[in-house]
């Protein structure tokens, strides 16, 4: 007859060993460290894409969310909502037609916005714009914006180091 | 003969593992949360004066002003092969063998930013003082087609510039944007 091996020695290799976290937990540290200093308040301004790439500036000056009017390549944005395409541009006239309706119409809902719940209507607009775009249209853009009772112009960009 | 002492002294010190895994599971929310709202790409914004849009009665007011005030009007243009320094005047001269050039050329393919800034501040010293109320703005303008970044680019300089020492000292902080007549 075979030799039974002993039940009890059988179950005494197989301990519990406990998964050691702390190098883990250092990590982790290190990176909530880092999210914490990166941490902004503030709502994203801009909705990227590949048409839409921001000079860059020397200015500090930080930015507060406003209506944005954008320029990309191929379109014109107000509020992230599509106006217009580029080509649609009247070649022989600085305003720019359906973009100067648009924030006439704005203008008013906020001006009505002002009267019905006090929301002051500060005349500020962000001009989001792509770096290649032409200063012609920009020009016109600015114009149109100017016209339409937003005369405070700002022009977005992205910070140096 | 003594007694042996009690074992169960030694059973106090006993070693019990630090649990983290309550604070693991927090780090683990935490993350994600704050990965979203982190700001990867720093934003700044550039400050441009207009005139407000016409109407009547201010209409009538500006043009008050305008004939009381003495203007400079600095205008900064340009140009694809450089830039143009002038004013309502006219426009200041580059080099003299090159009379329909621009005031500062281009070098090679860039554009010669510290030229103009050494130029802007002579413009700036001579007139200072003289009594003109727009003596901290500056007129941009450009070409039809050249593109935006040039045009951030040259408002970066014109803004700011650094003396020798390193400060950051103010040229022609008001910036207006102007069209080619």
Known sequence: M?????????????????????????????ILLFLLKTFSTSDAIISPSSDLRLPYSLSTEAPHKDLTVSVTQEN????????????????????IGPLFSELSRRATEAKQNEIDYGIPFNNEVIVVADENVPFQLLFRVI?????????????LTIREK | ???????????????????IRPVMNLMVVLIP???????????????????PAASAENAAQQDDLKEKAKRFGLTILVSK????????????????????????PKVGDEYDYADLVQKLKDVREKIQGQGFVDEKSVIISAEADIPYKYIIKLIDNVTTYEDEDGTQKELFPQINIGQVI
């Open chain 1, 143 to 155: 114009y149109t914006c100017g016209s339409s009772e937003y005369n405070k112009l700002r022009l």
């Open chain 2, 81 to 104: 092969e450089g830039f143009i320094i002038g004013n309502s005047a006219g426009y200041l001269t580059g080099e003299a063998e090159m009379q329909d050039g621009p005031t500062i």
């Open chain 1, 76 to 95: 014109i944005l107000v509020s992230d909502n599509r106006v217009m395409t580029v080509s649609e541009v009247n070649p022989n006239s600085n305003a």
């Open chain 2, 33 to 51: 949360v704050l990965l979203y709202s982190a700001e990867f790409v720093k934003l700044s914004i550039r400050e441009l004066n207009l005139p």
């Open chain 1, 2 to 30: 075979a030799y039974t091996p002993s039940k009890s020695k059988k179950h005494t290799t197989l301990y519990h060993e406990e998964l050691n976290l702390t190098s883990m937990m250092d990590a982790m540290t290190i």
């Open chain 2, 1 to 19: 003969m003594a007694f042996k002492p009690s074992m169960r002294a030694h059973n106090k010190i006993q070693e019990i593992p630090l649990d």
